[in-house]
Structures are given as C-alpha cells and as structure tokens.
C-alpha cells in the first residue's frame, strides 16, 4: 500500500460520509478532507514504518528476510488506535477469541506442585497425520496469563492451519488449578519451564519442538501460611508487588536483586538456539530503552524486530483489528520458517 492509494481511498470514504451540507455549506466537508489527507500523510510518514531488524549473524539475518518475510516489511498499525498505550488497552476487547479445545493435563513437580497443560492436539493435522513426528509448539502466555488469553487461541489457530500440536504452559495456581506449595511464577526461575519441556519432549521424543512466549508470561490460601497477603495485595504497583511477594517468596534480599537477576541482559550472551524476539519501542512495559540491542549484537543466535508502535502484546492493524494481528504474523511465519527449514538458519 502506498501513500497516493491510502490517502486516495480515506478520501473518497470520507467524502461518502460527510454530507455537503455539514455546518450550512461545503466548507465543513472541505475541512473534514483537508484534517484526513493532513492525517494521513503523517501516518503514512511518522507511524507506518518498516521495523528494526536487529541481527549480527548475516546468515541468520538472511533466513529471516527470505522465510520470514513479514519481519522486514512495512508495519501499518490501526489508523485510528496505533498509540501504544491504547494499543495495550484495547487489544484484549477488540481481538476475537478463536474457539479451541483442549486437553488439560496435570504434572507434579519434583517439591510436590503441579503444573496444568493445557493440549491443542491437532490430530486432524493434514500436514502431519502421524502424531509422533508432529511439529510441537509449546506456548508461554504472560504473567498471569493462561490458555484462555486470547493471544494464545490466535497463536493456536495459526499452528492449527499449519497442522502443528500446541501446548499451554500454565503457571502454577492458574487457570484456577488448586496451588499446591507455596510458589508461584518468578521471571528469573526457570525450573518449572524445564520440568515441562523433559516431559513434553519424552511424550514426543521424534516429534519437532519449539517454544514461543508472549510477556513475562495466584492462590491465596496456600500463601497465606508464609506471607502477609493482607499487605500484598495492597500494593498499587508491579515493583510494590515484587517487593512483598517475589523477590521475598524466591530468597532475593532486594528487589533490585530480583530485577538484575531476571533481566534478560544477562542472559542474552547464553542464548545457544536459535531466538527471534519482537517488541515495539512504544511498548509501555518494556519500552525501547530498556531493549539490550548492544548485548543482542554479541549473540549470533539472537535477532531482535523493533516496531516503532505496537505497545505491549498489542500490534492491531486493519481498520477493524477483530482477527490476525502483526504479532500473529511474525509468529506464524517464523515457527513455520523453523520448522520447514531451521537446516538453513546458518547454511545460508
């Protein structure tokens, strides 16, 4: 889409709804025209952007332009919602919410908890009838998010028309699984995430796996014996939040030791497969300021996409963004890319 064809199209809309009479003469109409093709020409010049990609492998940088093409070319978010903050807001009221079945699972882990997964198995699969080689995609939804988060059921749906099997990780004490042991989700702790994957990988040991997770991605009577809830749940802030319950419930002395150890800063450098992580540089919980594109340089299997509106899980674009959003995109063509043709990440 270029600038003549949407400013051509917004006015010759514009111009079907307005009436020529609007305040007694044609000089509303005229306004309305002029404020829309102002409107539009700074949409298409400051929003509608291609992103950043950001990759210091030349080959792995290659694979993406040629199987994910989505990532190198022009985002155009919502016309009349591409804020990030109203991004943010409106994504979880606006996106339709794709109806999947699923099949819930209960595993314990090694200190008595139990972990809900929940399974889209996919077994009418075209693409992939024998489910022992079916390609799995294990889905991480954000902090305090579930199978129910109508991101997942679109990045469900997606794996669906490419006849994959998709897995819900459900932290523990959600999707209102009883909480166990007093221990619930920690960004800097991975053992549950881990304990997860063997057993996926041993259910579908020839079966290709993947994993993509959205955001940093409760219940009360259990906690109660270690914590004040009382006063946890008065705080009015994420940080107040982990200072009375995270970072005290994992051992951490501060909560700025917490928040370092969770920084995925640190962990970039390590990153050993293959990783291509998206994030607006308007998004209001990680905005671009915080993204470690310096440290994402010195790791040859990381790539980053920046978009420069998109706010946090939002990405809407179309007039009406009820379906597919950017992210969905960038999802579905990156897992499909990975799994037709990962042999070629670094071959290229």
Known sequence: MDWQVLTRELSLYLESQVRVGLFGSGVGLSLVLGFGVAYACYYLSSIAKKPQL????????????????????????????????????????????PQVQYRNELIRTADGGQISLDWFDNNDSLYYPDASTRPTVLLLPGLTGTSKE?????????????????????????????????RTYCAANTEDLEAVIHHIHSLHPSAPFMAAGVSMGGHRQMLEK???????????????????????????????????????????????IPVLCLNSVDDVFSPGHAIPVETAKQNANVALVLTSC????????GIWPRKCTYMDRVFKQFVQAVFEHGNKIFSM
């Open 54 to 97: 950001v990759a210091s492998n030349k080959r792995f940088c290659r694979f993406l332009e040629e199987y994910c093409p989505v990532v190198t070319e022009t985002y155009y978010p919502t016309i009349w919602c591409w804020e990030g903050r109203v991004q943010t807001l409106l994504r979880p009221f606006i996106t339709s919410r």
């Open 150 to 182: 109508s991101y997942i059921l679109h990045m469900i749906h997606q794996s669906e028309t490419l006849g994959y099997r998709c897995v819900v990780f459900n932290n523990r004490g959600i999707a209102g699984e009883d909480l166990l042991t007093p």
């Open 226 to 272: 270690l914590f004040d809830m009382d006063l946890v749940m008065k705080a009015r802030t994420v940080r107040e939040f982990d200072k009375q319950f995270t970072s005290v419930m994992f051992g951490y002395r501060t909560i700025d030791d917490y928040y370092e150890d969770a920084s995925p800063c640190r962990k970039l450098k390590s990153v050993g």
């Open 310 to 317: 998109g706010g946090h899980i939002g990405f809407l674009e």
